[in-house]
């Protein structure tokens, strides 16, 4: 069996963003990343978009500052017999192969047969 070295868990993160919705068309618009109080610029054209945005209250509509909210599911870290660290995911079945040694294990540590070894056939017909 593997052993786990960090168990399986969700990660939250949120993050806002200046938003702004063209007046004809409510799916279109652009957001800015927003810190500390003020848009975040990761290039020179976001730059022009906002200045854009500010000069033409015609055209956008400022929706103002939107928090995102997010998580993903973090796979358990484990150690292999072998001895590497590995994820377990569920790559096949619940399943998921060391890329060092080959041992196949389940997402809950214990070590599986390979799955051209097992008895029961997963995979559907057509």
Known sequence: MAEIIRPAHREHMSRKRLE?????????????DYEE????????AAKKNYEWCKQHPEEVECLGVVTEERSCWIPALA????????????????????????????????????????????????
């Open 20 to 32: 702004y919705r063209y007046r004809t068309d409510s799916e279109a618009g652009f957001a800015f």
């Open 37 to 44: 109080g003020k848009p975040i610029f990761k290039n020179p």
């Open 79 to 126: 150690r292999c017999e072998c001895g590497k660290e590995i994820n377990l995911e569920d790559r096949y079945y619940g399943c998921s192969q060391c890329s060092h040694c080959g041992r196949w294990h389940a997402i809950g540590g214990y070590e599986v047969k390979p799955p051209e070894e097992w008895e029961e056939d997963l995979e559907p017909d057509f």
